[in-house]
T-cell receptor
């Protein structure tokens, strides 16, 4: 399968714990995006990478959130000191540099107890 | 925050009927895209319409765009049970150097056999 992959698909954690999600974009896609989707809502933009550079972060991305794309390939999203309000689906997408369509992964569903 | 609203929030039809869903947005855009999301899964791109286009077709899909009213509609003709999903419009706001997508709230479509 050459699509966007995300790991894990599901994560259950206790409040206060740290969690890390991984996204592997389609190879050779320069752009990588993270979105968060809560139940019954559309995805909301969190952050964007062009190659290894993080070019924009949403105000939704509090200081507890950090994202990296160290070699311009895979990306990680870490949430420190999780809160119940962090429970959501975290979606990763990628696209080529000059392409409008974004290709989404299956998402990581986070449940914070 | 969401860019716009979709109407209706939910739609229930029989196989073979047409389904129409509407999207309104708030700011000037480069393009508008429609995505489909099956329950608990990632999003799949359906169709993109640019700001200088008024109508576009792709298979059983027909999209219209009225930039003066800041609205779009998606028509699915001859619906099938497999079309059951949530449908989201997503806009690429003008003057963004990359394709940051701003999603609507979605329409949940149920197609009964």
């Amino acid at each position: 399968d050459t699509g966007v992959s995300q790991d894990p698909r599901h994560k259950i954690t206790k409040r206060g714990q740290n969690v890390t999600f991984r996204c592997d974009p389609i190879s050779e896609h320069n752009r990588l995006y993270w979105y968060r989707q809560t139940l019954g809502q559309g995805p909301e933009f969190l952050t964007y990478f062009q190659n290894e550079a993080q070019l924009e972060k949403s105000r939704l991305l509090s200081d507890r959130f950090s994202a990296e794309r160290p070699k311009g390939s895979f990306s990680t999203l870490e949430i420190q000191r999780t809160e119940q309000g962090d429970s959501a689906m975290y979606l990763c997408a990628s696209s080529p540099w000059d392409y409008n369509e974004q290709f989404f992964g299956p998402g990581t569903r986070l449940t914070v107890l | 925050s969401q860019q716009g609203e979709e109407d209706p929030q939910a739609l229930s039809i029989q196989e073979g009927e047409n389904a129409t869903m509407n999207c309104s947005y708030k700011t000037s855009i480069n393009n508008l895209q429609w995505y489909r999301q099956n329950s608990g899964r990632g999003l799949v791109h359906l169709i993109l319409i640019r700001s200088n286009e008024r109508e576009k077709h792709s298979g059983r899909l027909r999209v219209t765009l009225d930039t003066s009213k800041k609205s779009s509609s998606l028509l699915i003709t001859a619906s099938r049970a497999a079309d059951t999903a949530s449908y989201f419009c997503a806009t690429a706001p003008m003057n963004t150097g990359f394709q940051k997508l701003v999603f609507g709230t979605g329409t949940r479509l149920l197609v009964s056999p």
